[in-house]
């Protein structure tokens, strides 16, 4: 098969489509034909040298994907040679193959066709885990999330409506809001001229965000904390502006607040196929009635990767771009 490749770490260059030995289903495995992957942050940090795959893990780039099954390993129930699929991944999603555990394979949505569904799997588990299953979102709190127009920003908001909470974004410019505000989202915030605390405090009769969905990081955390609620729940999902801040934890304790932080990729299995389970009862329904959908960018040929790693990191982007075989 072919895939993408990176023989050193570098820049979108370095990311090479090439022949590869083909992938195996193993025991609690299937093998997917993949139609399409999505680009993710994590891959351009893999590109780079950051983000090395966790052991046992395809070495291509890559952390959803949609497709047919062609293969069902040994230990594998529930699934059958020619379903349409899309799949959480540890890696290899830039790929014409890949084998997946079968416990974070996911049926396509109603309505939704098979290459956009690669768009899915990442962005919803991703959300769901964190400000679910972990920050407990409930109906009529406020939702606070950094970068509202990328791919978890565009999931975050309409799943946060869907349960009936109040939705605050912070974007880089009008355009980003105003797609954003399409979504569903209450407040917005271009984080370039406005300072983030004082509109939600303004927008909340100052009571701040129940919950913060934050892909910054360390640049951010004092002021994440100061706009946080009482009993407020802040969940780091990326370090974008940096891994090291002070934290003032008499603040934190005044507030009776929580600090989460989590990353998926690495996860064991279990763990994996549990938030995928929980995405397929609570999402998928949504997703198949229509209520929150799919939000696709740009969709390039997958030997034209590097070229989808330049518009990701160039920023203009809303939702997700899509690599297609």
């Known amino acids: 098969m072919h895939a993408i490749t990176i023989e050193q770490p570098g820049g979108p260059e370095a990311l090479v489509w090439a022949e590869v030995p083909d992938p195996v289903a193993g025991e609690g495995e299937v093998l997917v034909d993949v139609v399409a992957g999505a680009v993710n942050r994590a891959d351009l ?149 406005q300072d983030f605390v004082a509109e939600v405090k303004a927008a909340t009769d100052g009571a701040g965000a129940d919950v913060i969905l934050d892909i910054i990081g360390a640049k951010y955390l004092a002021r994440n904390l100061d706009v946080l609620a009482v009993n407020g729940r802040l969940a780091v999902i990326g370090l974008q502006g940096g891994v090291k801040a002070e934290l003032n934890l008499g603040a934190l304790l005044s507030k009776r607040a929580a600090i989460t932080a989590t990353s998926l990729r690495a996860r064991p299995l279990e763990e994996k196929a549990a938030i995928v389970a929980a995405v397929r009862e609570h999402v998928w329904p949504l997703l198949s009635a229509g209520v929150v959908r799919p939000v696709v960018h740009a969709v390039l040929p997958m030997r034209e990767a590097a070229e989808a790693h330049r518009m990701m990191e160039a920023g203009t982007h809303v939702g997700k771009i899509l690599l297609t075989t």
């Not at 893999?46 to 062609?70: K, M, N, V, W």
Request: aromatic fraction near 4%.
């Open 45 to 193: 940090l893999q590109r780079q040298g950051f983000y090395d795959p966790p052991p046992g893990a395809s070495p291509h780039p890559g952390l959803e994907c949609s497709g047919r099954i062609t293969a069902v390993g040994p230990g594998v129930s529930g699934w059958a040679v020619g379903d349409e699929v899309c799949a959480l991944l540890a890696g290899g999603g830039y790929a014409e193959r890949v084998a997946v555990p079968a416990g974070q394979l996911l049926p396509v949505p109603a309505g939704i066709d098979l290459a956009t569904a690669a768009s899915l799997p990442e962005v919803a588990c991703t959300v769901w885990s964190n400000v679910f299953m972990v920050a407990h979102l409930r109906p009529g709190e406020t939702l606070l999330v950094h970068g509202g127009s990328s791919g978890i920003g565009t999931m975050a908001i309409q799943l946060a409506k869907a349960v009936g909470a109040k939705v605050a974004v912070t974007a880089g410019d009008a355009q980003k809001l105003a797609r954003c505000k399409e979504l569903g989202a209450d407040v917005l915030v271009d984080y370039r001229e």
